[in-house]
């Protein structure tokens, strides 16, 4: 048998009596067609290593064994340990399990240079993000599926409603573009909202890490009162003084500056 002969997920979850658990976050793909193409949007993946995060029955875990890639697929849930453990026999070594919760794991488990994709628990996925962000263990590429809302924030361009503190932090370390888009209906069950999958890549210019704990300051502080003109919503950090020494309007607001000009700030911040 081969990935080819596998029975169809939907069957498969019905064999094994799985129903998906709302606290888990489990809203499954179990249209190939679909998981193909977010494995297609993830990049050639032949002989890469991948770590996935919530394989649930399966679905994208085959599409990323079938582009080629070696997977690590974290999961929290260990119902799926049987299903995940059939696939892991087909992948001929190419399929690694750890049932752990991502968010508590350690970094160390995981390969440097692996890159991520994942159609992520909606409950836990922005502290995810972040923690591959700025956290011990820093993916390569990113290919994530977000509530649609939550991939808004982090493509937005300055001057728009969902720019915000999210946005900046992603796109000062991160290439950020929204990829795809898929109607709540694409799930199983379908949850009360729109996806979207967001394709990050690393900057050739990634700041320091202590300039990106500034960012992080200024942006609280810029985007807590973002009705404000900076000259006052920075008031506790410089205000004014702070504005026109990183060569910032002191009027402007905090959706109005790029995340050029916030790294400026950083930059200009006394510690
Ligand atoms: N990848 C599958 C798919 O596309 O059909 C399932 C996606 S479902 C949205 C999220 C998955 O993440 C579920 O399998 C759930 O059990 C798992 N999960 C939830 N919280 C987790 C955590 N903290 N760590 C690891 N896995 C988690």
Redo the contacts with the bound molecule.
């Keep these: 048998m081969t990935l080819d002969d596998l029975p169809p997920l939907r069957e498969s979850l019905a064999a094994a009596g799985l129903a998906a658990?709302k606290s888990?976050?489990?809203?499954?793909?179990?249209d190939l067609n679909l998981?193909r193409k977010i494995a297609r949007l993830a990049g050639p993946l032949d002989g890469e290593t991948v770590v996935?995060?919530?394989?649930?029955?399966?679905?994208?875990?085959r599409a990323l064994l079938e582009a080629g890639a070696h997977v690590i697929a974290?999961?929290?849930?260990a119902r799926?340990m049987p299903l995940l453990e059939d696939l892991a026999i087909l992948a001929d070594g190419r399929l690694t399990l750890i049932r752990?919760?991502?968010?508590t794991?350690d970094p160390a488990r995981l390969p440097a240079g692996a890159s991520v994709v994942?159609?992520?628990?909606?409950?836990?996925a922005t502290p995810?993000l972040v923690g591959w962000l700025t956290g011990a263990w820093r993916p390569s590429a990113m290919t994530l599926?977000f509530q649609k809302e939550v991939a808004e924030r982090i493509a937005a361009a300055p001057g728009s409603k969902d720019y915000g503190r999210l946005s900046v932090l992603v796109q000062a370390l991160r290439e950020a573009r929204m990829v795809m888009e898929l109607p709540a209906r694409a799930?199983t069950p379908p949850p009360k909202v729109a996806s979207a999958v967001v394709r990050l890549t690393p900057r050739a210019d990634r700041p320091s890490d202590a300039l990106v704990d500034r960012l992080q300051r200024v942006t609280a502080a810029a985007f807590g009162q973002r009705r404000k003109m900076l000259r006052s919503s920075l008031k506790p950090l410089g205000g004014e003084a702070l504005c026109v020494a990183a060569g910032v309007e002191p009027s402007a607001r905090a959706e109005e500056l790029s995340v050029e000009q916030f790294l400026t700030l950083a930059v200009k911040l006394d510690d």
Excluded at 52 to 61: A, D, I, K, Q, R
Excluded at 100 to 103: F, N, V, Y
Excluded at 118 to 124: G, S
Aim: glycine share 12%.
């Design positions: 658990r888990f976050g489990q809203h499954f793909l179990l998981t996935e995060v919530g394989p649930g029955p399966g679905g994208l875990t974290v999961e929290k849930d799926f752990a919760d991502a968010l794991l994942a159609n992520l628990p909606y409950n836990v995810l599926m799930f």
